[in-house]
């Protein structure tokens, strides 16, 4: 099925969007920090073909949208995108990464309008900084590899060894994930990096790590087995912590389990979402 573009004015930005019009609740993807909108783009069609109600949208300083001019919030404009896309009834949000955290900011600003959550090695707003030695050990040495490289302004080399981090795993070998997904995230984060990273722009300050009991909605946190093991440690926490979630691992899969396997995360969002 394919998708209709839509724009979302938000204060200071216009987002930019696919959506494939089906029935029931409304389904919002909010991609990763190292991502754009068109990650969806596999599992939007299959959601879409099943007569699911599916958006998925760039925010700010990613894909077509461009960095921002001054201050903002993204759950600020999240909560904008569920005002023209569900003005009537709760959605559904499923965010991976930094996307992630960006829902479950949602929940906490606005229970009203989400009607649950499925998360993806969520990144959670207020969770504390790493250990810098730890998290090195913890990517296999890719994490100061990346450091190296963008500080020497090596900016190619920083995206190759980003996408083999978080799409083949920290101890997988390069290449794992080929073909035209691997071809997909190369081009989408050399756009986050030719902006600068916007990932620290646009904090809600909710600090969502200090407050997840207070997120009644039905959830379910899923990570990659062969993602950061900080990220899987960290993702079944949130789920223990989480009152009405459940947990489940990906066998076989990283950070960015949709790009290389979009049938099993659709089946895993139908399955959740009836």
């Known amino acids: 099925m394919t998708y209709e573009p839509v724009e979302i004015a938000t204060p200071g930005a216009t987002l930019v969007g696919d959506r494939w019009n089906g029935a029931g609740a409304t389904i919002v993807l909010l991609h990763a920090g190292v991502c754009d909108r068109r990650c969806w783009r596999e599992v939007g069609a299959r959601l879409g073909a099943a007569g699911r109600d599916v958006v998925a949208y760039d925010r700010r300083g990613f894909g077509d949208v461009s960095p921002p001019g001054g201050p903002f919030r993204h759950v600020d404009d999240l ?15 499923v965010g991976s990464s930094m996307g992630g955290e960006v829902a ?3 929940a906490l600003e606005a229970p009203e309008r ?3 959550l499925v998360l993806l090695a969520p990144a959670i707003s207020g969770d504390p900084e790493p250990d810098e030695e730890a998290y090195n050990a913890a990517t296999d040495g890719l994490a100061d590899a990346i450091d190296a490289a963008w500080t020497a302004g090596a900016l190619e080399e920083c995206n190759r060894l980003e996408v083999r981090l978080w799409l083949d795993g920290p ?4 290449g794992r994930v080929s073909g035209p997904p691997r071809e997909l995230a190369l081009d989408m984060n050399r756009i986050v990096i030719a902006n600068g990273e916007p990932d620290a722009d646009g904090a809600s300050g909710v600090d969502a790590g200090s407050r997840v009991d207070e997120i009644a909605n039905q959830a379910i946190v899923a990570c990659g087995e062969l993602d950061v093991a900080i990220k899987v440690r960290r993702s079944a926490e949130l789920a223990g912590a989480l009152p009405n979630a459940t947990y489940q691992t990906l066998p076989g899969r990283a950070h960015l389990p949709y790009l290389e396997a979009p049938d099993e995360i659709a089946a895993l969002i139908m399955a959740e979402v009836v």
């Open 114 to 116: 989400v009607a649950g």
């Open 171 to 174: 101890a997988e070998p390069e």
């Open 104 to 106: 479950l900011d949602a």
């Open 79 to 93: 909560l904008a995108v569920l005002d023209a896309v569900s003005p009537d009834a709760p959605a559904w949000l």
